[in-house]
């Protein structure tokens, strides 16, 4: 049930209880019939992933010609997001247009610009020679503008790039890898210390639900890894898919023992974020690979269907946008033209902008009954 | 937050981002123009990153056993003689002979007097490695590992490097001259027009 459909329920009851006139219920409900100009989490996110995906079928339209390009040319191309999206941020700031509706989207729009950005530069310009200095890189680039435009769900999606830079370091070894170290140990040790801090100084508000997703995301993401570096004996490579599988699990038993919704979300997200490399190529013998390839195409149809279920537009998407992920991402390793799948890629984007409005006109159409 | 505190941070952040991602492309670019072009034998394959794609893996290397005669070297344990070669700087000079533009002169922990110094990807021993790093066209890569793979033995490789105060970066990989990404192209392109024919 959403918010405007429980105010409304409640004036009904006050008003059947006697605790409102039916001049003041009338005015309760037109206040809070006219205020949500608001967007729901689901439709933001819908229209994020949507542009996302749009978004990488205009790059596969580009890249088709991409050696025709000059380095100068690549380096308007990588400019061209970081600008636009600084740009639409003061843009947005100069008109007062600064809610979470647009600073969340805009908040993970930016992180992903400032991430392609910065790879197309370091692959024109061949700079770096170790991936986890380039993961370091984009992470304390994009950190300013995350701060900047105050974007929960980008900052816990950072907590993730600051979890696999530490894992990746602490993998290459030497010295650096003793920070990588105390940085893992730090990132679970740290969001705990600022929920609790939080919790303290601040009571309930968004710093608290960041910094409780962050801890709940260091916790089901950030111990899998470390198991698997710090364990004594080896284990198969194709396991470890089982480990963060299970510790989204556990941080969705600990939603229902805490009763905190954030645990649950970075449950989702480990889940999610597990499943996303099953897509990778399979070769001879890779039966375990496929096993996991099929549980996470499952888990993203099961999503989804809850998402449909619960009228629930965050989960209905993040199972939609998994499973076209899936099924696209082997699309995308064939050797179709690159032509073809920037069109696939962008019809994809399109009809997940269709589901949603259509989602949405369903429960307008279940609200009126 | 008022609104212009909300505009002077996105600003800020703005502004640190195109510094950074300008700072790398202008230190690229004034090595690329200023600097002095360096050509080492190597040999490539073609992996690929989760990140920045395909590229060649060069391995372009120069011998080198000048290093200065008062390091303690066999005193040194296996952690330090690492962390040791890891800062050394070589000083390259044009080779008289064979088919690498420089050999490594010197190798020291500081430039020491005039000279072209640079600093390599690593140093093992008497082994100085040059970065080897070269992205590539994603379907290029794959013909310039089939070109490189099927080259002829008296075909002669070799990297491409520009080198200017200290910094040393790749700009092309050669087979007898030609550049590897135009020998990639034009092997596409015949591959192309046989798929056409066909």
Known sequence: ?369 | MKTKAWIRWAAAALAVQLAALGWLVACYELVVQKGEEVRIPCGAFDPSEPLRGRYLSVRAELECRDIDPDTPLDEMDWKTRRQFFRKLVAKLEPAEDGPASHRVARLALHPDGEGLWVKPAGVWESRVRFPGKLFMDERLAPQADRIFAGRGEETEAVAVYRAWKGKIVITDVELDGVSIRELARRARDEAAEAGGEG
């Open chain 1, 1 to 369: 049930m959403d918010k405007r459909t429980w105010i409304k329920n409640e004036i009904a009851a006050w008003r059947a209880e006697g605790l409102v006139d039916a001049a003041t219920a009338e005015r309760l409900e037109a206040r809070y019939a006219a205020a949500p100009g608001r967007l729901s989490w689901g439709i933001l996110l819908a229209g994020v992933f949507g542009a996302f995906l749009v978004g990488l079928g205009v790059i596969a339209l580009v890249a088709a010609n991409w050696d025709a390009f000059g380095r100068a040319a690549r380096t308007a191309v990588a400019f061209a997001p970081v600008v636009l999206c600084g740009g639409a941020t003061l843009l947005f700031a100069a008109k007062e247009k600064t809610s979470a509706a647009v600073m969340e989207p805009m908040g993970v729009l930016w992180f992903a610009a400032v991430a392609a950005g910065a790879t197309i530069v370091a692959q024109t310009y061949q700079v770096g020679d170790s991936v986890a200095g380039l993961l370091l890189f984009i992470a304390v680039l994009a950190y300013p503008a995350l701060f900047a435009v105050r974007a929960r769900v980008a900052t816990v999606v950072w907590t993730v790039f600051a979890i696999v830079w530490a894992c990746v370091k602490a993998d290459e070894g030497g010295k650096s890898a003793v920070l990588a170290w105390g940085a893992l140990g730090g990132i679970p040790a740290l969001s705990a210390a600022a929920w609790t801090w939080a919790v303290r100084c601040r009571g309930e508000g968004a710093l608290t639900a960041s910094c409780r997703g962050a801890m709940g995301l260091a916790w089901a993401a950030g111990l899998p890894l470390v198991a698997v570096l710090a364990m004594p004996w080896h284990i198969g490579d194709d396991w470890h898919w089982a480990l963060f599988f299970g510790a989204a699990l556990a941080t969705g038993v600990l939603e229902r023992w805490t009763g905190h919704k954030a645990w649950s979300v970075a449950g989702t997200l480990v889940a999610i974020g597990a499943a996303v490399p099953t897509v990778a190529p399979w070769h001879h013998g890779d039966g375990l690979v496929f096993l996991f390839y099929c549980i996470s195409l499952a888990y993203a149809l099961f999503l989804a269907v809850q998402g449909v279920w619960r009228r629930n537009l965050w989960r209905l998407n993040a199972g939609t946008l998994l499973a076209a992920w899936l099924v696209l991402g082997k699309f995308c390793g064939s050797d179709v033209p690159f032509t073809v799948k920037g069109v696939v890629l962008i019809a994809a984007g399109v009809a997940l902008w269709a589901l949603n409005f259509w989602m949405v006109r369903l429960g307008k159409r279940e609200a009126a009954k």
